[in-house]
């Protein structure tokens, strides 16, 4: 049995008229539809050619995505009363709260950082305006600026 993710559904899309389509090209022993996306089970030997045929088919008049599904996408559709399939982070041995290991050295913009020091940021200073040698004696020549009216000549009409 494969496992297939099928993409860019429309929201009023039914597990029922999925089936239909996939059942055209393969045996379809399973379809769960969730808000613009499904998973459809399938028993096919080659599922590469149902995804190649089913991949960008119209279907509510919006192109559909059909991938196999990749492993961790099956668990946001497990039961959530099932503890042992819980993805929920649980407290440590010690009891002292911590609910999380420390996942290491993590790598940003090729920099290492300690993912519990968390990252420091330290602006740049920025650079000072550089000064005219003049600037102080050119300031104090210029006269403010005073526009002048100028109306349009009337043509010597009065």
């Known amino acids: ?4 993710f099928v993409g860019n559904l429309t929201d009023h899309c039914e597990a029922n008229k999925l089936k239909q389509v996939f059942q055209q090209f393969t045996k379809v022993t399973g379809c769960d539809v969730v808000k613009n996306y499904a998973f459809v089970h399938i028993e096919d030997e080659n599922p590469l050619s149902t995804i190649d045929r089913l991949n960008g088919y119209v279907l509510d008049g919006k192109p559909i995505i059909v991938q196999i599904s ?33 996942p290491g050295r993590i790598i940003i913009d090729g920099v290492q950082r300690g993912a519990t020091t968390g990252l420091k940021f ?13 600037f102080a004696s050119s300031q104090a020549s210029r006269k403010p600026f005073t526009p002048k009216l100028v ?8």
Do not use: A
């Open 151 to 158: 109306l349009p000549n009337d043509g010597g009409k009065k």
């Open 70 to 102: 990749k492993p961790g996408l099956e668990d946001s559709t497990s039961d959530v009363s099932d503890e042992s399939n819980s993805s929920r982070p649980k407290l440590n041995k010690s009891g002292n709260g911590s609910v999380f290991k420390s």
């Open 1 to 4: 049995m494969v496992k297939l």
């Open 122 to 134: 330290t602006p740049k200073r920025l650079p000072t305006r550089p000064k005219s040698p003049n």
